[in-house]
């Protein structure tokens, strides 16, 4: 096994890693005037990558660097819709990155750093690597949430991300030690042979504590809505997209792969996070006046959802949250693009007040995102109800009527807010005048919302045999 | 002998843990911390990882437990305040700390003799800096890299939030200076008396 | 030439494509274009189907003999629950899509110049022809299923029909009462398939390993493929009395023999299947105890009544009687059941039209009463007298409504009688038509005359039910015949009372009226008059074939009867006596109604004025709409706040969804306030959850 082949083998993110350094070279030397031709290659690196991975979705079980790094299809789909969705996200947010002033070249760097860590962390097959992924990613999105350093609730988003983040991180990494010490090994393939026992699973506990939080699932979730609610739009836009996708991949990559043998264990303490996260996040998002954070106990429930896939168990589960997720992403990807588009003299909106009119002034960005929270809401024929129908068969397949009910009910409660939202567009008057909105972003949305609908719904049993295959590989 | 020394050792660390959080000084805490962090090399001595005790102590104590000192030196953050609400939480912090060292404990009373881990300082070697050099660049080559950029994204990072280009500072430059002539710099005015220049 | 089968399949499909044109695209082709287009499909539809009819009337009858079907597309196939769009060509449809297409063609020709100055002529056109399409699916069916959907699509077509003026209050309640009075008469139909269905089941051992039905069993029931909603199947399973194992059964009985329970009766099944069924004919045929909503579905335009409530959609009820002949060849209770409430509703929708004043509700009770004969036709087993009477009927009581249509048309939408009078010799046509009409309704010809065929149309059918209803050896036979002659005497009554209130006498209408009183244009007329070739030709030129020598040729194997059954044979050795009856009959009601109307015209005013017991029994139509209203609709009504009151407002929807939006609403705040932004708040949250779970697993471990 030599350094070529390791670098073959891992080829996505060694790419990503090899055009990030030089990039940030670029940087350093070209200074402020690299801001366009950095966030290009970043843009072509990401969309690059997705390419790579998908070549690693098509080659089975991939290894690198001594079984340190593994590359199943699983985690090449789920790498897939990271590097892709980055990609998007960095695309669209050009113009309004010079709205908040913060167009800065380190932007893309960081954005790109974190799906390395993304894909790294997803592709670990050992604690070690899983923890440098973590914090690979982790630490990009707490300077992206503060990036607009000079708005006091982006650099209150940075700290609280940052402060809650390292208290995650010190479990995942006292969870991952006690693993180590009980099972004598970091590797997924050895802890996944040990014997249970009480050290085992308390760091299972905590570790699942670890992922949780960055997939921020409830009661984990305590950082999300002040985070969305004060980075700024285009970072959050990134957040709730590609690391989100990737949290829940890891989550679900972690317990299957390497905790596979204790599925009675974990089980029930993942269908606890995925109720709390699914009620916590219908009823939390009742309340909010402001749309990024509605969105956020929004993403909050629909995490809780994809858990069900998971507290469901591999057979029947893991092709259900991928599909559920990647089926979410697009459809929260073309809603915070949507927010970006609306602008009062280059200020983004915020309140669901101040979508009222929409429809009238911006038929086509309403159109679209009415299409997109209708499938974000899981209503058909969006694509998003085939990603509930998918996770709730697994739970029903797997006994677990109680937590599909909680779900459901969720899903109900969730309306309530969904609607609100489709209501201020549609049907209320508008009392201000919005600024022209760029073209990229009206594209983004349209798109995303054609993805959902009807795209994603005709494809959705090819997506369904994808993920499939991605599982049983 | 080992084992005394271990526990005398064991017993300061735990004994400077807890005066870093107690201490009302925040420079007495910092020293504290200092202490923690000798005795700690101290115990990694121990074990026979004396590469891993030089380091803890020429990187925490020497560069970031210093650093610490001057932050709070810099900032006199004042901890009274911090510490104000303290009372409220101290009951329900208590439990929640008690319920913790709890499970900890059944963790560790679970741990029997037949333990998986075994301890070897330097495996395949014969010091422990030639064991972790030796695995560094090969087994676990990712790990390191990937640390490295962990590193680089952390300064990344501190350079955006904290550097600021600011357009009225006057800065060298060294170009200019250098390829400065003398025509540029001085000009011979013939001047008249009575008429300026 | 173009085949048979393709003739069949433009006749039905024509109009519903022509529907479609005229429906959604009326904008662009505006009214005229919607017109042309309907009229112009309906009519060559009406062509195609007459060619059909004369080719199967004076064709070769061996092949009309049997039936045959066209399958267009495969629709439900659920294990034996098979039903296709299908178009079955028999005797039975081709007779039915001649009359369907032809009075279709006719009322769109009239509309043209009734609905001149309607707004909306496009979407009543539209309607007419959808109408048109739903009939024919309806009878073209080779199965219950497809039977149904024809079945509820000219109830829908009715209803839009009916409102089609609904801006006017009293055609959508006329419209709603319409649509619901059916609904229970659709249920009843419901029920039938869904028991034919139980019933009709392939017994186990007839079965291989895979459930299919074995081809031994096929091969005894004469079909390619066991389906219960088929005609085929289920038909011949009845007629053979086939082994058959309903649902819920263990073993297999001969299907006669097989006994359901339902309400908490112990009943034959066919019995009840026939009664189910029959509950559906009543409604659509508005029989008696479901017939008030005919009457008040004269709300609709004049041409709506005269093609839907008079001459098919109305007999359509007589038509699944007719189709369903070798059900109700082997029942009792059903076939007696049929001709009492039929021989009851001829008789006593004579009674109320005495005492109609509005001249287009005289002839749809004359409608009722006229069904009231089919039926009672078809309950004693005179299935070919029933279709004969319904085939004639159509042309002379369509011929009525299109002349009254005239009438009021010409007097400035006046449709009270009593306002009338006099208008013969400002409407000479309208008179002659409206003659013709009333000859060919009372059945005026010549009687007990042994091979001389002369007397309007409806002096066949008539005399032919009549006839049969003396001869047959059923034990309500005698019951019919007596009602059946007594409502001739009545028909004719008030039959001429509307000719002499209307066109005789001093006129009574607003002198303007009368002065601007006119005849309808030609294009009005020439429907009228083709209409009359039938109501004075279509009896004797058809006799022969449909009831008479060639009848058994002729029907073939669309309608059956069975070996006992031989009532049609048996009316030519009844007394002359009885052949004269309905002549004396006409002649009786005539005399009286030229007496009370024509020489004494001020009696009867005076007796509707004393407000006697009798006239308003008979002009509030026995009640019926008074005792519904208190019984059903008040009840209904109640029951109806009781449950949206109490039940739905208080109880669902303040416990259920209103107590859950609002626990949700309050719920959701707490837990927006849970999120109070401090940070160690968070970080405690975090680890407390550590503590939790971490409890929750050694627990687990330990224990």
């Known amino acids: ?473 | 002998m080992p084992l005394i020394a271990f526990y005398i050792l064991g017993a300061i660390v735990a004994l400077s843990a807890v005066l870093v959080v107690a201490a009302r000084n925040p420079v007495h805490s910092v020293l504290w911390l200092i202490c923690a962090f000798f005795t700690s090399a101290g115990l990694l001595v121990l074990i026979g990882a004396e590469f891993l005790a030089m380091l803890l102590v020429v990187v925490y104590v020497g560069a970031v437990a210093v650093l610490f000192l001057f932050v709070v030196m810099m900032l006199d953050v004042d901890f009274v305040e911090l510490k104000q609400g303290f009372q409220n939480y101290v009951v329900s912090g208590a439990a929640i700390a008690l319920i913790l060292f709890a499970e900890i404990g059944v963790i560790a009373a679970s741990i029997g003799p037949g333990s998986n881990a075994t301890m070897d300082p330097s495996p395949g070697a014969d010091t422990n800096a030639e064991a972790i050099g030796a695995v560094l660049y090969t087994d676990y080559l990712l790990l390191f890299q990937l640390a490295g950029l962990i590193l680089l994204i952390a300064m990344i990072g501190a350079i955006v939030l904290t550097l600021r280009g600011r357009p009225r500072a006057k800065r060298q430059n060294i170009a200019e200076q250098t390829g400065r002539k003398r025509k540029d710099a001085v000009e011979l005015r013939d001047v008249r008396p009575g008429e300026g220049v | 030439m173009i085949s048979q089968e393709a003739i069949a399949l433009i006749i039905v499909f024509a109009p519903a494509i022509a529907a479609a044109i005229a429906g959604l695209g009326q904008r662009v082709l505006g009214d005229r274009g919607a017109m042309a287009v309907t009229t112009a499909v309906v009519v060559t539809a009406a062509l195609l189907a007459a060619y059909q009819f004369l080719a199967h009337v004076f064709g070769d009858h061996e092949g009309g003999a049997h039936g045959h079907t066209v399958v267009i597309a495969n629709w439900l196939s659920v294990g034996n629950f098979i039903a296709d769009w299908a178009v079955r060509i028999d005797t039975l449809s081709v007779v039915m899509m001649f009359v369907v297409t032809s009075v279709s063609a006719l009322v769109h020709i009239y509309s043209i110049s009734y609905m001149e100055h309607d707004p909306h002529r496009a979407r009543f056109f539209a309607y007419l022809s959808l109408f048109t399409f739903a009939m024919l699916m309806l009878v073209t069916a080779d199965n219950f299923i497809q039977m149904f959907f024809g079945w509820e699509g000219v109830g829908l077509a009715s209803y839009l029909l009916i409102g089609f003026w609904y801006k006017k209050p009293s055609a959508n309640s006329a419209a709603i009462k319409a649509f619901v009075v059916n609904r229970v008469g659709d249920f009843g139909f419901a029920l039938g398939i869904m028991a034919i269905v139980l019933v009709v089941q392939a017994p186990a051992e007839m079965l291989d390993g895979a459930g299919a039905v074995s081809a031994a069993y096929l091969q005894q029931l004469g079909v390619a493929e066991f389906s219960s909603l088929r005609f085929e199947t289920a038909f011949a399973v009845i007629e053979q009395n086939a082994l058959v194992q309903p649902v819920g059964f263990s073993g297999a009985l001969p299907i006669q023999d097989v006994a359901l329970d339902f309400l908490g009766l112990h009943v034959d099944a066919l019995e009840l299947i026939g009664v189910l069924l029959f509950i559906g004919a009543m409604g659509k045929s508005a029989q008696f105890i479901l017939h008030t909503w005919l009457p008040d579905a004269m709300e609709g335009p004049t041409p709506v009544s005269a093609l839907i409530h008079a001459a098919t959609m109305v007999t359509a009820g007589v038509f699944l009687v007719c189709r369903a002949s070798y059900l109700y060849e082997h029942t009792v209770f059903a076939a007696n059941m049929i001709t009492i409430i039929g021989a009851i509703t001829c008789f006593f929708a004579a009674t109320v039209g005495l005492a109609q004043n509005d001249i287009k509700r005289v002839v749809a009770y004359s409608t009722c009463s006229q069904l009231g004969y089919m039926f009672f036709a078809a309950g004693i087993g005179a299935y070919q007298a029933a279709m004969f009477h319904l085939f004639t009927h159509a042309f002379f009581k369509a011929l009525l409504f299109l002349s009254a249509g005239a009438v009021i048309h010409g007097l400035h939408d006046e449709q009270d009688m009593r306002k009338m009078g006099g208008l013969r010799r400002k409407m000479p046509i309208a008179w002659a038509m409206m003659l013709i009409g009333t000859l060919a309704l009372t059945g005026v010809g010549i009687p007990a005359v042994e091979g001389l065929h002369i007397g309007f149309a409806g002096f066949f059918s008539k005399d032919a039910i009549i006839e049969s209803a003396y001869a047959s050896p059923d034990q309500f036979g005698p019951m019919a015949f007596w009602l059946g002659v007594g409502a001739a005497l009545l028909t004719s009554f008030y039959s001429w009372r509307l000719m002499i209130m209307t066109f005789h006498g001093p006129t009574r209408a607003k002198q303007e009226y009368y002065d601007h009183a006119h005849d309808a244009p030609w294009i009005m007329t020439i429907p009228l008059a083709l209409l009359a070739v039938g109501a004075v030709f279509a009896g004797g030129v058809f006799y022969d074939a449909f009831v008479e020598h060639y009848q058994a040729e002729f029907w073939g194997d669309a309608i059956y009867t069975a070996s006992e059954n031989h009532v049609l044979h048996d009316r030519h050795y009844v007394p002359t006596w009885v052949l004269i009856a309905p002549a004396a009959a006409w002649i009786t009601g005539l005399v009286l109604a030229i007496i009370f109307y024509g020489l004494l015209p001020r009696i009867p005013p005076a007796i509707g004025e004393s407000g006697g017991p009798l006239h308003s029994f008979l002009s509030r139509k026995w009640y019926f709409d008074e005792i519904y209203n208190f019984v059903f609709v008040r009840g209904a009504a109640l029951l109806g706040d009781l449950f949206w009151k109490v039940g739905d407002k208080t109880l669902i929807d303040g416990g259920g969804p209103n107590a859950a939006a609002a626990i949700s609403k309050a719920t959701g705040s707490g837990v927006s306030r849970l999120h109070t932004g401090y940070l160690f708040h968070y970080a405690l949250v975090i680890l407390l959850t550590v503590v939790a779970f971490g409890a929750v697993v050694i627990w687990s471990m330990v224990s």
């Open chain 1, 1 to 473: 096994m030599n350094l070529i082949t390791d670098l073959q083998n891992s080829a996505p993110e060694a790419a990503l890693a090899i055009i990030g350094l030089a990039a940030v070279l670029i940087g350093a030397i070209v200074g402020e005037g690299s801001r366009l031709l950095i966030r290009t290659i970043a843009v072509a690196a990401l969309a690059g990558a997705a390419v790579l991975a998908a070549q690693q979705y098509g080659s089975g079980r991939l290894e690198a660097f001594g079984a340190l790094y593994v590359a199943t299809p699983f985690v090449a789909f789920a790498k897939i819709g990271l590097y892709a969705l980055a990609a998007i996200s960095l695309l669209v947010s050009g113009k309004s990155l010079k709205e908040a002033a913060v167009d800065r070249y380190e932007y893309p760097l960081l954005i790109l750093f974190a799906a390395l860590g993304g894909g790294v962390m997803l592709s670990a097959n050992s604690l070690m690597t899983l923890y440098l992924g973590v914090e690979t990613l982790s630490l990009p999105s707490y300077v992206l949430a503060a990036f607009r350093r000079d708005h006091v609730r982006s650099a209150e988003a940075g700290l609280k991300y940052f402060v809650l983040g390292a208290l995650a991180s010190g479990l995942l990494l006292y969870g991952c030690s006690l693993v180590y010490g009980f099972t004598g090994s970091a590797s997924y393939d050895v802890i996944a042979e040990a014997d249970l026992s009480i050290g085992l699973t308390f760091g299972m506990v905590l570790i699942i504590i670890g992922l949780a939080f960055k997939a921020s699932a409830a009661p984990l979730h305590v950082w999300t809505p002040d985070v969305y609610a004060g980075a700024p739009t285009p970072v959050v836009t990134f957040f709730a997209t590609a690391p989100k996708l990737a949290a829940v991949a890891v989550f679900a990559n972690v317990m299957f792969s390497a905790f596979n043998g204790h599925e009675t264990d974990w089980s029930p303490i993942i269908a606890i996070i995925a109720a709390l996260s699914m009620i916590i996040g219908s009823l939390g998002a009742l309340t909010q006046s402001s749309l990024k954070r509605l969105l956020a106990y929004s993403s909050i429930a629909n995490v809780g959802f994809a858990l069900i896939g998971l507290a469901a168990g591999v057979e029947v589960g893991a092709s259900a949250i991928l599909v559920y997720m990647a089926i979410y992403v697009v459809g929260t990807l073309g809603l915070f693009v949507g927010l970006l588009t609306i602008r009062k003299d280059g200020e983004p909106l915020d309140t669901i007040d101040d979508l009222n009119g929409l429809a009238k002034a911006k038929p086509l960005v309403a159109f679209g995102m009415t299409v997109l929270i209708f499938s974000v809401a899981g209503i058909p024929p969006a694509a998003g109800f085939w990603g509930k129908l998918a996770v709730f068969q697994a739970g029903l397949e797997a006994d677990l009527l109680w937590l599909v009910l909680v779900g459901v009910v969720a899903s109900v409660i969730s309306l309530g807010y969904y609607l609100r939202v489709v209501w201020a567009m549609m049907v209320k008057p508008s009392d201000s005048t919005l600024d022209r909105s760029d073209w990229v972003e009206v594209a983004a949305v349209v798109g995303a919302s054609v993805a959902v609908f009807p795209v994603l719904t005709i494809t959705i049993q090819s997506l369904l045999d994808a993920a499939a295959s991605a599982t049983l590989g």
